[in-house]
């Protein structure tokens, strides 16, 4: 399965992590791909200043914003 690991950290969640976690939700609903997804949160990790932080698959993504966030989604998700 799967797994995105995304910073619910004060920092991370303040810039734009509430927003990318919508727009997470919101691809894999709309490419079908839900069951087959883990998404869970972590209080901090350790990286506040390059925030907001996502890691998925293993790879780590900083200074995410939810317009860069479907092309990584696609890339780390689909275009396997």
Request: contains cysteine.
């Amino acid at each position: 399965m799967k797994k995105i690991l995304i910073c619910m950290g004060s920092s991370c969640f303040a810039r734009e992590n509430r927003e990318n976690l919508r727009v997470i939700e919101e691809f894999l609903k709309s490419h079908g791909i839900s069951d087959s997804v883990h998404i869970e949160g972590s209080l901090c990790m350790g990286q506040c200043h390059q925030g907001p932080n996502i890691t998925i698959n293993g790879n780590e993504y900083h200074e995410v914003n939810s317009e860069e966030l479907s092309g990584i989604l696609r890339k780390e998700l689909i275009e396997i």
